[in-house]
């Protein structure tokens, strides 16, 4: 029984899906001692949640609290850690909290909150239910900055930089932990960094453990946030609370990448159904053992993949497999009653399903011929792996130590014997009716084995037939497949030559261009000039990896606009020696260019070639001379001003010292 603190909650007034909030009844089991709280609405539920931190939070449905699983997911989030929500009534399949109290030996007022909410939590304090779980093993962790950069002005870079280089520094302490935890735990992570202007813009990470394990806390500062947060799962699972003994179970396996994985009892109830991306041999042989031994371990394919024979060997199992293809229809038509997010539940489903309909004729004689008071589950585990239903149930009873109780005989009652060779004369015919009737039946019985012979031959060869039919159409099947690769392989190769082709005419154009360009560099005609067809960081940048841009190369933007300071500033690092406009400049970006000393002229005659030009060298030449003498004059006038400036400051503070 569980010692800590549960919570029982039943709905009191209202609903979780009307407008108004609803109110609710609250029962605390605590030391042995309940507490009832009447009409409390949710918000100070999670108060007290907050307060108490209980083990469970027990309901008889879910959908009391939230009206949707992404409601469900708000309120979750808000739980402490450690505390579960449980539904005592069960998972997928429900029953009744008045038939489960009555069975655990409790009563209550069915019509009473309060009560229910009381047997709610008696209940789950006992192991009865189902655990709600709604996130996975997995816990994201998310450095970034705590705030938007903005459009910034003149210190911009600057602050880039000093945001940058915070998140930096917090990822790296971040990291630190995580691989202590790592080396401490034994649990994994991986992380992904995206890098900006002086440190980092943000970083993830992605650690397998669950969130109450991790020792990495939410946290925010000016600069610096850090967010954790479960991986949410794609449906709800339902985790028993008290997990039974050891039984016996049929496991559904689609191998791969990722892998499906569905588990049965032999009762045909769906314990599991999952899908797990690489996830690991070992993790699956553990994630199946934590839910039985599995008798049966299925596959959807003919043959057996190795990846299911190796999960068998590892528990001893019998293999089943469909000895042919089970068509897509017919998987739908299997799983849906049970769901699927997936092809792969769909097909692990569908390989659990198909093999306890396979044995479920077998099942029900056990179930009839059986005690009832003997454990059936074990009583198929033996018929399972081959021994006649009688024989299963023997080894059972000795396993056990049971003793089938046989009636009695009668004894026989002594009566009078008046005529003795009347009675044995009615013996005598009788006797002589029972050997004719024995006879028959024995000549009866030796039809009856022959005509099983005749069939079982008949049996035999038909299936002799189908299998290699069945072999002839597997052949058949694999080698259209194959050809079908090939094809679509053939089709690949043809596109990326035709591209490759393409990319070389290209290139030859492009060889020819820069030829034409060289030539009249060598005769003096011409000097060369890269084309930038916008004024853009974008661009810029395409031209630099396609032509390449280092110093006293000259540059002409076809778009002058739309670029600024920063854009102005890549050029500016690049040392280039001139750039040539047709039209005028953002102010901006002309002072960034009057700042880095770099000459920008206008109007001077460019020679297209493509994406190359040419500019005549004097004329070049005796632009950049003229723009230097423009540049000194506006520093000259630039120092005057600011000499100005300060010369009036000083009288203005002159005049008021005298005043």
């Not at 047997?119 to 962790?141: K, Y």
């Not at 009688?390 to 000795?398: G, T, W």
């Not at 009636?407 to 005529?419: A, F, G, N, S």
Request: contains cysteine; glycine residues 6%.
């Amino acid at each position: 029984m569980q010692n800590g603190v549960i919570y029982g909650i039943d709905i009191a007034k209202g609903s979780s899906r009307a407008q108004e909030a609803p109110r609710y009844a609250v029962a605390v089991l605590k030391d042995g001692e309940i507490n009832h709280y009447t009409m409390v609405r949710l918000h100070r539920i999670l108060r007290m949640l907050s307060n108490d931190r209980p083990d469970y939070i027990a309901v008889d449905n879910i959908l009391e609290l939230a009206a949707n699983k992404k409601e469900l997911i708000r309120f979750l989030e808000k739980l402490p850690e450690n505390t579960k929500l449980v539904q005592v009534t069960g998972g997928i399949h429900q029953r009744s909290l008045v038939r489960l109290a009555k069975e655990h030996g409790l009563s209550f007022n069915q019509f009473d909150p309060g009560q229910e909410a009381e047997a709610c939590a008696i209940l789950a304090s006992l192991g009865v239910g189902v655990e709600v779980s709604l996130f996975e093993d997995i816990t994201r962790i998310k450095v970034s900055r705590a705030r938007s950069l903005g459009r910034g002005g003149w210190s911009q870079n600057r602050y880039r930089r000093k945001v940058h280089g915070a998140v930096k520094e917090k990822s790296r302490e971040v990291e630190s932990t995580l691989r202590k935890f790592s080396r401490e735990t034994g649990y994994t992570y991986a992380e992904r960094i995206t890098e900006g202007f002086g440190g980092y813009v943000r970083a993830e990470y992605t650690v397998k453990a669950r969130r109450d394990r991790v020792p990495v806390k939410p946290s925010s500062n000016a600069d610096v946030q850090v967010t954790v947060k479960s991986v949410e799962r794609d449906k709800i699972q339902y985790i028993p609370l008290k997990r039974p003994g050891r039984k016996y179970t049929i496991v559904g396996i689609d191998p791969g990448t990722t892998v499906g994985i569905a588990i049965l009892s032999l009762d045909g109830e769906l314990l599991l159904s999952d899908s797990i991306r690489g996830i690991s041999h070992d993790e699956v042989v553990r994630m199946i053992a934590e839910y039985g031994k599995p008798a049966i371990v299925a596959t959807d394919v003919y043959p057996t993949p190795s990846a299911v024979e190796k999960i068998r060997r590892s528990f001893n199992a019998v293999i089943w497999n469909p000895r042919g293809e089970i068509r897509a229809e017919d998987k739908i038509a299997l799983a849906r009653k049970f769901g699927y997010s997936n092809d792969h539940e769909r097909d692990s489903l569908t390989a659990a399903l198909a093999t306890y309909k396979a044995y479920r004729n077998v099942f029900s004689r056990v179930e009839k011929r059986a005690p009832k008071y003997m454990d059936l589950d074990r009583v198929k585990f033996h018929v399972i792996n081959g021994d006649p239903i009688d024989e299963a149930i023997e080894k059972v009873a000795s396993e056990s130590k049971i003793q089938v109780k046989m009636k009695p005989e009668p004894e026989p009652v002594k009566e009078d014997v008046t005529d003795v060779d009347e009675q044995v004369k009615k013996l005598r015919e009788e006797l002589s009716q029972r050997n004719s009737q024995i006879k028959q039946l024995k000549e009866y019985v030796s039809e009856l084995k022959y005509e099983s012979g005749q069939k079982d031959r008949k049996i035999e060869n038909l299936e002799m037939r189908i299998n290699k039919i069945r072999n002839s159409t597997y052949k058949q099947v694999r080698r259209e497949k194959e050809m079908q690769i090939r094809d679509s392989e053939i089709t690949r190769l043809k596109k990326e030559l035709a591209k490759t082709k393409k990319s070389l005419r290209n290139q030859r154009k492009q060889n020819k261009r820069l030829k034409q360009i060289r030539k009249k560099e060598v005769k003096g005609e011409g000097l060369p000039v890269k084309v930038i067809s916008s004024f853009t960081r974008e661009a810029i940048e395409h031209t630099k990896e396609l032509y390449g841009l280092k110093e006293n190369d000259v540059v002409y933007l076809e778009n002058p606009s739309g670029g600024g300071p920063i854009t102005a500033s890549l050029l500016i690092e690049a040392k280039v020696k001139a750039v040539l406009i047709k039209e005028d400049l953002p102010h901006a970006a002309l002072e960034s260019f009057y700042d880095g000393d770099v000459p920008v002229l206008k109007d001077i005659q460019v020679h297209r070639v493509g994406d190359l030009a040419s500019v005549n060298p004097d004329q070049l030449e005796e632009a950049i001379d003229k723009w230097q003498e423009e540049a000194e004059e506006r520093r000259r006038e630039k120092e005057h001003e600011q000499v100005r400036s300060i010369l009036d400051e000083y009288r203005s503070e002159r005049r008021r010292g005298l005043a």
